[in-house]
Structure formats: structure tokens, C-alpha cells
């Protein structure tokens, strides 16, 4: 082989290499906000900072903030219109309880809203944070609602919607423990002064999956799977005189 041709081969055999290369530096440089993000904000009380501040300086009321992970975030990207003024979002993606917790006094409280809607436990099933048990995210919960009912704040607890897998956790059984974990949290909202919304018989098959149509991965609503959420919640909000 002449030089010239193995100088070719090696420039055509690094050419073919970078694709990949630069696929894995999108994933490291993604990976490495990640873990810095985690590491220096682990709760991301950052991510609403600007908008919390805005709001408060605004001076407008705010009716109900809801507080959750990519279910309640992707609810406001793919149904803006069920996000009138006075309804503000507060979902942070693959985020657990524990995490949420920290965030109720500046998320939620500071807000100084009527009512919290808080929908949280999927990505505990999951273990996106280190592994959980329900023991756990039950005492989560319990004190969320606790913290926003010594702020006179409403509570609107809902129920985890049905998933029959969890796409990023595969063969994970997540039927049963969603099941566990809303049977829970009806029985509790009762006990605690809190209105429970249950979204499962909107959105849930009898084995425990979502509707066809109503999610795109079996988890993630999509706009017609908020809106058959809407159709539950809508009622619930007006009896407690807020506006629809």
C-alpha cells in the first residue's frame, strides 16, 4: 500500500468517525450540565427563580400553582390555553418528592396561591434519585400537603397517572406500585383536609395502561390526554370557586 493510499484510508476512516464522536460529546456535554445541576442545585430552585420573582412583582393573584414533574411540565407546553392567568406551573422533568419538597416554599408557598395541585411519585417508582420506598414518597407527600396547609393554601392531591412501564427504567412492573401509591393518596387526602383528584378512570386501561392515543410513550400525556385530565379537574375547580 502507497503512502498516499494509507494517508487517504486513515483521513476517510477519521471522517467516518466523527459522527459518532460528536454524538457522544452532545450526550457528555448533557450529562455533565446533569450532574452539575444536580450538584449545585440538586432540588433546581434556580429553574423558576426569574419566573417567581416576576410574579411576585406583578402583584397578580394566583389562583392555583401546580407542582410536579414532566407530567405537570409537559401539561403546560402542550395545553397553554388550560394555563390561564392566575394558574401557574411549577413541573420540573425526571424530578422525585424529596426533590419537590424543597422546592414547595419558594415554588409554591411564596406564591401565595389559593390552591397547590401536586401530582408527584412516578419518577420515585422509577428511582430517578437513588432508590425509594413508599414509605418515603408517602412521608413526601404528607409533607407537602403539610406545608401548604400551614400557609392556608387548598390542596388538590391527584393521582399518579396509569403507566404500564416506564420507557427510561425498562422492565421495571409499575402497574402495581401506581396502583399502591393512589390508593394511598386518596385515603390520605381524606384524612388531611386535602381534595383528591383522580385521574385514573380518564386516562387508565382495566390492566393499568394508558388509553391509546393518550400518551406518546405510555407515560407522557399527550394534548388529548390533558385534556381528558381538564375534563376531571375542570369540575373540581369550580366547586372550589376558581375561575374555569
Not at 98 to 122: N, S, W
Not at 146 to 173: E, H, T
Not at 207 to 234: I, N, Q, R, S
Amino acid at each position: 500500500m502507497t503512502p498516499d493510499r494509507r494517508h487517504f484510508l486513515g483521513l476517510a476512516a477519521g471522517a467516518a468517525l466523527l459522527p459518532a464522536a460528536a454524538a457522544c460529546a452532545q450526550e457528555d456535554s448533557y450529562e455533565v450540565k446533569r450532574q452539575r445541576q444536580l450538584a449545585t442545585d440538586w432540588p433546581w430552585l434556580g429553574r423558576y427563580a426569574a419566573d417567581n420573582a416576576a410574579l411576585a412583582a406583578s402583584g397578580k393573584p394566583t389562583d392555583i400553582v401546580f407542582m410536579g414533574d414532566s407530567i405537570t411540565e409537559g401539561w403546560v407546553g402542550k395545553r397553554p390555553e388550560f394555563f390561564r392567568a392566575g394558574r401557574v406551573g411549577r413541573g420540573i422533568s425526571g424530578q422525585t418528592t424529596p426533590q419537590m419538597v424543597l422546592r414547595m416554599m419558594a415554588d409554591v408557598v411564596a406564591l401565595k396561591p389559593k390552591f397547590v395541585h401536586i401530582m408527584a411519585g412516578t419518577n420515585d417508582i422509577a428511582g430517578n434519585t437513588g432508590p425509594m420506598t413508599p414509605q418515603r414518597t408517602q412521608d413526601n407527600l404528607a409533607m407537602m400537603v403539610m406545608l401548604a396547609r400551614a400557609a392556608k393554601i387548598g390542596v388538590l392531591l391527584a393521582s399518579v397517572p396509569p403507566a404500564d412501564g416506564f420507557p427510561w427504567r425498562p422492565g421495571l412492573a409499575t402497574v402495581t406500585p401506581i396502583r399502591a401509591l393512589n390508593a394511598w393518596a386518596k385515603g390520605y387526602a381524606g384524612q388531611a383536609g386535602a381534595t383528591f383528584v383522580n385521574y385514573t378512570p380518564a386516562l387508565a386501561t382495566p390492566g393499568g395502561a394508558m388509553k391509546p392515543g393518550f400518551a406518546e410513550d405510555g407515560v407522557h400525556p399527550t394534548a388529548t390526554g390533558y385534556a381528558a385530565m381538564e375534563g376531571v379537574l375542570t369540575p373540581i375547580l369550580r366547586a372550589k370557586s376558581l375561575p374555569v
